[in-house]
Nanobody
Framework: QVQLVESGGGLVLAGGSLRLSCAASGRTFSWYNMGWFRQAPGKEREFVAGITTNGGRTLYTDSVKGRFTISRDNAKNTVYLQLNSLNSEDTAVYYC????????????????????WGQGTQVTVSS
């Protein structure tokens, strides 16, 4: 069982930055590949970024490449998402999620395949 709690969201001007954190409880955090998703009003939840169990590999959706950075600290049971050069299209609720796949797959853009979710943190970008 893993419980996830996001923090760090807020209101920021276009071009600004935020750092989201996702703190996990439980001793098995390092077993899980982690992902960040976001959901804007009236839109489906979309994959933003993923990171493997040891942080060795990352994956980003095209719209955030070069602007967002996912990282993790297994000693602190925390995964981060650094958001830079924010624009209004980044406004959404951001969720972290834990993914474990028996076949060893490290990434998934399908929210239904994630085992655990946080409650979300709101990011609002004002222009």
């Amino acid at each position: 069982q893993v419980q996830l709690v996001e923090s760090g969201g807020g209101l920021v001007l276009a071009g600004g930055s935020l750092r989201l954190s996702c703190a996990a409880s439980g001793r098995t955090f390092s077993w899980y590949n982690m992902g960040w998703f976001r959901q804007a009003p009236g839109k489906e939840r979309e994959f933003v970024a993923g990171i493997t169990t040891n942080g060795g590999r990352t994956l980003y959706t095209d719209s955030v490449k070069g602007r967002f950075t996912i990282s993790r600290d297994n000693a602190k049971n925390t995964v981060y998402l650094q958001l830079n050069s924010l624009n209004s299209e980044d406004t959404a609720v951001y969720y972290c999620a834990a993914f474990w796949n028996a076949a060893g797959r490290q990434f998934s853009g399908n929210a239904a395949e994630y085992n655990y979710w946080g409650q979300g943190t709101q990011v609002t970008v004002s222009s």
